[in-house]
């Protein structure tokens, strides 16, 4: 980081980052240790509790990382002898990334860009470069237009697909039965995903396949839409 940033140049002058190696190797080698720790337990069934204790203090305690790493980085970043700063409180953080998102499943995911809104604007909105401090000056709308633009795609084609393999369901089940739609489906017979006999066993499969598809593109169109 301190290469980055002293070739980081602005109004000639660069930045600077001034953690001490020791503090970050430190950080470091715990995160490292507890890693070891959830894979050696999710390996072992006895064990297996401790990986889910950790992953739920991990959880619970993501926030308060989150708001620590803010506060250490914006500490250790310097530009013509001044300091960046962060003003945000613990109590925010955990607003913005945790109880938010845990309405996300409750409200069928309309609170998600809410969240997305708000970490952002934590992010920024206690951001200082001395005592001049960032405005965030963001409306919420365009966030929920973005979003809800990418819902309504990702639901069109998630139709889309599932209206195709209807059709295709319907012509090979007309035209001699089930044995060849995993060859109309592009070969999802040869992944274990294929219909045989009439409507058993291999329909649930099929169903599966395109909701878990439809799932994956609803997520990228998120991904897509926050970038």
């Known amino acids: 980081r301190q290469y980055f940033y002293g070739h980081a140049w602005l109004g000639g002058h660069n930045f600077e980052y001034t953690a001490r ?92 860009p809410l969240a997305v809104w708000m970490q952002r604007r934590y992010v920024l909105e206690h951001a200082a470069y001395g005592t001049a401090r960032v405005r965030w000056g963001k409306d919420m709308g365009p966030v929920y237009i973005i979003f809800l633009t990418a819902l309504g795609v990702g639901i069109g084609l998630g139709t889309l697909v599932a209206v195709t393999a209807g059709i295709a369901l319907a012509v090979t089940g007309a035209s001699g039965g089930f044995e060849g739609v995993g060859s109309v489906l592009g070969g999802l017979g040869q992944t274990g995903i294929s219909v045989k006999g009439h409507g058993q066993g291999g329909g649930i499969g099929l169903a599966g396949a395109l909701l878990i598809g439809g799932a994956l593109l609803l997520y990228l169109t998120f991904i897509l839409a926050s970038l």
């Open 21 to 112: 190696p020791i503090a970050l190797l430190r950080g470091f080698l715990l995160v490292g240790a507890l890693f070891v720790v959830y894979t050696v337990a999710q390996q072992v069934e006895r064990l297996q509790w401790i990986s889910f204790l950790l992953l739920g203090l991990f959880v619970v305690l993501y926030p308060w990382l989150v708001y620590r790493s803010l506060k250490f980085n914006a500490a250790n970043t310097v530009y013509r002898g001044l300091n960046f700063y962060f003003h945000g409180k613990v109590g925010a953080a955990y607003v913005a990334y945790l109880f938010l998102l845990l309405t996300v499943p409750f409200t069928l995911g309309l609170t998600y």
